[in-house]
T-cell receptor, first 114, second 112 residues
Framework: DAGVTQSPTHLIKTRGQQVTLRCSPK?????VSWYQQALGQGPQFIFQ???????QRGNFPDRFSGHQFPNYSSELNVNALLLGDSALYLC?????????????FGNGTRLTVT | AQRVTQPEKLLSVFKGAPVELKCNYS??????LFWYVQYSRQRLQLLLR??SRESIKGFTADLNKGETSFHLKKPFAQEEDSAMYYC??????????????FGQGTILTVHP
């Protein structure tokens, strides 16, 4: 079982550019959540996808968008990058039946905006 | 809005000593609380959740609704317990599956 996989592992972008991060959930999971973790902080919830729809959203601007595909994999897109978007982006997968399904996290994508 | 506070950014103990990592939360409903751990060069993983009432790797945590706390305890710390520990809250009862609010984390170092 490969667990949650994220790509790329590192990324450097310039302010104003756009970026796409990818996530494959753990086998058998149907729900993907994205978190942003700034240096020295705990992860902060961005949004969650289930059945190819955004189900919940945290306090992030519309520059942050996402998508879930029929195979449950997901993408996180960030437009008009700001220096403050530099962070570790974590993907977590789970089953919508939450009582039996804790979040499983990937290793993250380290985004640096210059 | 919910909030999770871990007052200690760093905690150092010696092997065999008791350890307590503090976590306080603010939430008006019925919270579901978790402790996540990240060992060096590993991914974030669930350590325990309050509804399971389990003891994992010798760690326990009791939800105290009166004090709005969920402190993590272990009677005898081991060197392999050295890691970053995050307390997290999920506002149970709604459709918030997977929407966790994390604290800032506590780095635990257990000295030999």
């Amino acid at each position: 079982d490969a667990g949650v996989t994220q790509s790329p592992t590192h990324l450097i972008k310039t302010r104003g550019q756009q970026v796409t991060l990818r996530c494959s959930p753990k086998s058998g999971h149907d729900t993907v959540s994205w978190y942003q973790q700034a240096l020295g902080q705990g992860p902060q919830f961005i949004f969650q996808y289930y059945e190819e729809e955004e189900r919940q959203r945290g306090n992030f601007p519309d520059r942050f968008s996402g998508h879930q595909f029929p195979n449950y994999s997901s993408e996180l897109n960030v437009n008009a990058l700001l220096l403050g978007d530099s962070a570790l982006y974590l993907c977590a997968s789970s089953l919508m039946d939450r009582d039996n399904s804790p979040l499983h996290f990937g290793n993250g994508t380290r985004l640096t905006v210059t | 809005a919910q909030r999770v506070t871990q007052p200690e950014k760093l905690l150092s103990v010696f092997k065999g000593a008791p350890v307590e990592l503090k976590c306080n939360y603010s939430y008006s409903g019925s919270p579901e609380l978790f402790w996540y751990v990240q060992y060096s060069r590993q991914r974030l993983q669930l350590l325990l959740r309050h509804i399971s009432r389990e003891s994992i790797k010798g760690f326990t945590a009791d939800l105290n609704k009166g004090e709005t706390s969920f402190h993590l305890k272990k009677p005898f710390a081991q060197e392999e317990d050295s890691a970053m520990y995050y307390c997290a809250l999920d506002n149970a009862g709604g459709t918030s599956y997977g929407k966790l609010t994390f604290g800032q984390g506590t780095i635990l170092t257990v000295h030999p």
